[in-house]
Each structure stands twice: as C-alpha cells, then as structure tokens.
C-alpha cells in the first residue's frame, strides 16, 4: 500500500511538472490561434507565479520522487520552467531602465518635476512591485455611472461609462476607447484601469462605436467623434475640463484614438496613448505576421469592405501613420515586441516618423509582451506600462 501510494504520488508530482512547463512555455511559443491566445498573452504577465510554481514542482520533484528516472525527467521539466520564467524577470530592471530614458528624452530630464506634488503622490511609486503582481494593485472607490446613451446613428444605441473621482470638482477628461478588431467588445473593458485612472483625478469616459462588419469604416470613427462631442456637451454634467482631454486606446480603439486625435478638425485634444493600435492597415494587410492567430486580412476586409489593391484610398484615409504631415499632439505608444496582432515594428514605424519631423512622441516597447498584455491589471507588462502612461498623462495635463 505504501508503494502504491508513493507510485501515484510521483505520476502526480510529474504531471505538476509538466503542466507548470507547458503553462511556462507560452512566454516564448507564439500562439497560432486566438483560442490559445488567452495562454500567450496571460503567460508573461503571471511569470512571477509561475516562477513560484515551476519551483514548487522542482522541490517535490527533487524530494518525493524515489525512482531515479521519473525523479531526473520531473526535475527537468521544473528546471525548463525555471529558466523561462526568469528570462522574463531579469529583463525587468534594463526595461525600466530604457522606458525611464526614452521618457526623459522627450520631455526631459527634470519632467518629473513640472508634475505638481499632489499629483505625483498619488501615483505609482514603482515601475514594478514584486508585491503587486501578488496581492493586486490597490483599487479606490469613486463615481461609476453607467448606460449613459450617447447616440443612436443608424438606429444603434451607443453607450458610454464614465468614472468620476470620489469628490465632486473639474477634472481633465480621459476618453477611453476598447479594442476588439473593430468587430467586438464593448464600453465595460478593462474597469480596474477606468477606476485606478478616476481615482488619480481624471473624469474616465468609456466610451462605444458600432462593429464591423455590419458597419465599416468610417462608422467607427464617426462614433468616436460623435462621443467627443457628446462630452464637450455635457462636460459640466460629468464634471470634466474638456480643454484638458486625452484619448486613450486599446488596439483596434488605439487605432481610432490616433484617428480622432490627429483629424485636421479635431476638437482639442492634449495628447493621444496608444497601446498596441494599427498605425498602417495597407502595410498590415500586405504582410500579416506569423503566427496569424487572428487571420489579419479578413478582419481588415471586414473593417474597410475590401482589400488595399481594391480599395487604396480607404485603407490610406484609415491609416494613423498619414496623418504624421500635420500638427499632431504628443503621441506615447505602448507595444509588446512579441505581438503577433499587430506587430512591433508598426509602432517603431509610427514613432520614427513621427520623430522624424519633430512631433512629441514616446515609444516605450515591452520585450516579453504579447498583444492585449494588460489585459492582467497586475501583471508584469501592465506595471510598467501603468506607471509611465499616468507619468505621461500628468505631464501632459498637470505640467506646471
């Protein structure tokens, strides 16, 4: 009896093994589909846990495990594990260390200090805590409202959220747009960052558009418009300084943040963040990258109606990257470098032509990271990106 429960013991400790290194290896195996996505882009952003995991198996492993093959076979799984997890934890400090400069390279070296002490205090005080990617990062309570109706174009309700400090008062306007390919997702995406935001002094509007491929471009961004003057409307209702605004977005909602902001009749807009958004669909289409879990060329037929050689105009009219010719405001592009959505070298596309012709732009790129990276609110990757868009934000709306 006592072998047989020292067998099934070691059958379960070499499935610990093997399930800790195949949740692991997702930090460097692309994913081929969007069903296995989820693990790709979770992976990462949880390295810390499964560091702590891969160790556990290790140890069990090395003291429970008697017969000396399974007990060699289970130690190297958990050592696999180890060292994969930690090619994403050493790399943490030289990121910060190249986001930290490339922030002070364009606003400068002392930027920090054009951000009043008030609000410097209530930010991040790290780029990243160990601590945090285990307990969470600490949310505050503040105004939610919701099913706010902003328009009905074409007989679709379009809803908006929106996050309001705990005190009544004026503050600057954060217009956040979700992601989802242009063809899903909703204003309820992503609240712990809506809320951690409003709960730092900004008024958070979450806002909607219609879906492809019912309604194509420019639909999308004729609902983003349509929201941006909704807001303008209604600014001393929801308490928000509109002379003061940013838009924010996520992927396919970064890509009409860009397209909003940069559009020469623009309301004013004090600056645009994009996390992971298309710059170039003509370019995205002609060389979808590989992996193609989310089959590129059908989403962007469905977005503009066709592909670039049947429809050039469209796909130039919808591309962020021509409108860089024009007065533009300041521009912080967060990206992962292993994104197989949209892929890294777009933003590093954006930014130098952006910078080439002298506008405010910031790129700060995430070595480990996959698209939708922040989808973990405290995950390794959302950290980083997390303490320097509120730095960014501040500078651009508290700038002494």
Request: aromatic share 12%.
């Amino acid at each position: 009896m006592f072998h047989k429960s020292k067998k099934i013991l070691s059958w379960l400790v070499i499935f610990l093994s093997i399930i800790s290194l195949f949740l692991s290896s997702w930090i460097i195996i692309p994913a081929p589909n969007m069903s296995l996505l989820p693990l790709g882009v979770g992976a990462p952003e949880v390295s810390p846990w499964l560091l702590i995991l891969n160790l556990f198996s290790f140890l069990l492993a090395f003291f429970f495990i008697y017969q000396r093959q399974l007990k060699r076979l289970a130690c190297i799984f958990s050592l696999i594990g180890l060292l994969i997890c930690s090619s994403v934890l050493i790399k943490i400090a030289p990121t910060e260390t190249q986001m930290a400069q490339a922030m002070k390279l364009e606003l400068g070296e002392n930027y920090l200090a054009q951000i009043p002490p008030q609000v410097s205090a209530k930010m991040q005080s790290q780029p990243f805590s160990l601590v945090n990617s285990f307990r969470g990062i600490s949310l505050e309570k503040i105004r939610h409202k919701r099913e706010i109706i902003f328009a009905t174009p074409a007989g679709v309700p379009l809803e908006m959220q929106v996050y309001q400090p705990p005190k009544v008062g004026k503050y600057p306007a954060l217009v956040v747009i979700y992601g989802g390919a242009w063809r899903s997702g909703n204003p309820s995406a992503n609240p712990e960052f809506n809320q951690y935001m409003a709960a730092r002094g900004y008024t958070v509007f979450a806002i909607d558009y219609r879906h492809a491929p019912e309604y194509q471009f420019p639909a999308q961004l004729d609902d983003v418009r349509t929201a941006l003057n909704f807001i303008r409307q209604h600014a001393t209702e929801y308490e928000a300084d509109t002379e003061n605004m940013v838009l924010l977005g996520r992927s396919a909602g970064a890509h009409l943040a860009m397209l909003a902001a940069y559009q020469p009749d623009a309301p004013p807009i004090r600056a645009v963040v994009s996390y992971y958004g298309p710059v170039n669909l003509t370019e995205g289409y002609n060389t979808p990258p590989r992996p193609d879990p989310i089959n590129t060329r059908a989403v962007l037929k469905a977005f503009i109606g066709g592909s670039p050689q049947e429809l050039p105009q469209q796909y130039q009219i919808a591309s962020p990257i021509s409108y860089v010719n024009r007065s533009l405001p300041p521009t912080l592009l967060v990206h992962g470098s292993r994104d197989h959505l949209v892929e890294a070298r777009f933003a590093r596309q954006m930014y130098e032509n952006l910078h080439r012709l002298g506008k405010t732009a910031i790129l700060l790129e995430i070595p480990w990271a996959e698209h939708a990276f922040d989808a973990v609110f405290n995950g390794v990757s959302n950290q980083l990106a997390l303490y320097y868009t509120e730095r960014f934000l501040a500078w651009v709306l508290f700038n002494r």
